[in-house]
Structures are given as structure tokens and as C-alpha cells.
T-cell receptor
Framework: DADVTQTPRNRITKTGKRIMLECSQTKGHDRMYWYRQDPGLGLRLIYYSFDVKDINKGEISDGYSVSRQAQAKFSLSLESAIPNQTALYFC??????????????FGPGTRLTVL | RKEVEQDPGPFNVPEGATVAFNCTYSNSASQSFFWYRQDCRKEPKLLMSVYSSGNEDGRFTAQLNRASQYISLLIRDSKLSDSATYLCVVNKRTDRGSTLGRLYFGRGTQLTVWP
């Protein structure tokens, strides 16, 4: 089984709809991240969490919110989706206690299309 | 100026060739450096960390030049399976110098190895 899973893997939605992307991990890592990837722009950080009580905005948090329900779960919500949020979304994890807190491991991604 | 800049390519090389990718980063306080590999429409996967003294993993060699803020990846004896996009990744410590860093991803260099 994959260490980092994301659901759904693909989603098509309409402008104005609320949508939630979910991420779960079995690696036991304390840190979790949400990124989006657009063609030609590379990966950009949306939100990150270093433990259950810690949530931080990334480069492009406007229009997004997150919830760290447990150490293993980190959800990303689009309260009112708009077409320019069409992108590939990745969840990632890392762990301070491995001694390599910057080595991140990615989920398979969610391809989101907003019409 | 972008945090991480990469030669975008694409690089098209025959099997067996040696190919090198370059990357520069803007933050002199960065402490961790990585190369990730990303196959089309898949998640990024850690290829190797880059250490100050340079390091090698099989056919892959990574070099770091802190004075020039420059990172390189050399692939020897290219295989068809090496075809992918290679992402240069750099961390940025917080202003207080804590270990709580974030990663900045380059846009990637595309490599195609042909038979």
C-alpha cells in the first residue's frame, strides 16, 4: 500500500462549488504539505502543517483552507472553486525526527478541473 | 528573482550519453538541497540529496557550490528509463535560523533519452 494517499485522484467540478481534497499517510511523519502544480510554473506551496496544532500559509493560500484532523490526515478545501484553481494538487510529508526534515515524500496527486 | 532557477531544456540525448543539469538558488542561507525526479503526470520522487562535498549514487552525481549558489546533476550512461523531468529543490530556513524550513522547487528540466 502507498505511504501517502490522496482522494479523489481526479475531480471535475463547477465554479462556485465547495470541494475537499484529502490526504492520508501511514509514514508516521509529523509534517504535511499541500502543493499545486501548473504547467510551466512548477510546484507552489499552498499550506503546511508541522503538527496537528500548527497550520501555516504558503505562497498561494488565498482561496484555500486546510484542516489537520490527525497526525495522519491533512485536508485541503476550496470554499468556492474558480477555473484558475484547475491544477494538479499534491500532498507531501516529511519528518523532523528522522534527522532529514526537508526530505519530502509525495502522494500520487489529485487532478482538479473547475469548469 | 526566483528562489530556484533551472535550465529548462528539453534535453534529448541517445542512450549511453552523459548529460548534466544546472541549477542556481538565490538564498545564501539555504541548507538543504535535493534533486527530485518527476515522470509525466506523476508525483515528484526524491532522487538524491546534495551534500557539500558532492555525492554519487550509481550513475548519478550531484555537486554543490555554495560560493556560487549552484547545484548540478550529472547522469552517466543514460538509460531510456531516465526520461523524466528533474526538479532542483532548495530549502529556506526561517529568519530566526530555526530548522523549520520550506522547500522551493525549480520548474524542472525535461530529459528524453532515445534509443
Amino acid at each position: 500500500d502507498a505511504d501517502v494517499t490522496q482522494t479523489p485522484r481526479n475531480r471535475i467540478t463547477k465554479t462556485g462549488k465547495r470541494i475537499m481534497l484529502e490526504c492520508s499517510q501511514t509514514k508516521g511523519h509529523d509534517r504535511m504539505y499541500w502543493y499545486r502544480q501548473d504547467p510551466g510554473l512548477g510546484l507552489r506551496l499552498i499550506y503546511y502543517s508541522f503538527d496537528v496544532k500548527d497550520i501555516n500559509k504558503g505562497e498561494i493560500s488565498d482561496g484555500y483552507s486546510v484542516s489537520r484532523q490527525a497526525q495522519a490526515k491533512f485536508s485541503l478545501s476550496l470554499e468556492s472553486a474558480i477555473p484558475n484553481q484547475t491544477a494538479l494538487y499534491f500532498c507531501a510529508t516529511s519528518d523532523l525526527w528522522t534527522g532529514k526534515p526537508d526530505e519530502q515524500f509525495f502522494g500520487p496527486g489529485t487532478r482538479l478541473t473547475v469548469l | 528573482r526566483k528562489e530556484v532557477e533551472q535550465d529548462p531544456g528539453p534535453f534529448n540525448v541517445p542512450e549511453g550519453a552523459t548529460v548534466a543539469f544546472n541549477c542556481t538558488y538565490s538564498n545564501s542561507a539555504s541548507q538543504s538541497f535535493f534533486w527530485y525526479r518527476q515522470d509525466c503526470r506523476k508525483e515528484p520522487k526524491l532522487l538524491m540529496s546534495v551534500y557539500s562535498s558532492g555525492n554519487e549514487d550509481g550513475r548519478f552525481t550531484a555537486q554543490l557550490n555554495r560560493a556560487s549558489q549552484y547545484i548540478s546533476l550529472l547522469i552517466r550512461d543514460s538509460k531510456l528509463s531516465d526520461s523524466a523531468t528533474y526538479l532542483c529543490v532548495v530549502n529556506k530556513r526561517t529568519d530566526r535560523g530555526s530548522t523549520l524550513g520550506r522547500l522551493y522547487f525549480g520548474r524542472g528540466t525535461q530529459l528524453t533519452v532515445w534509443p
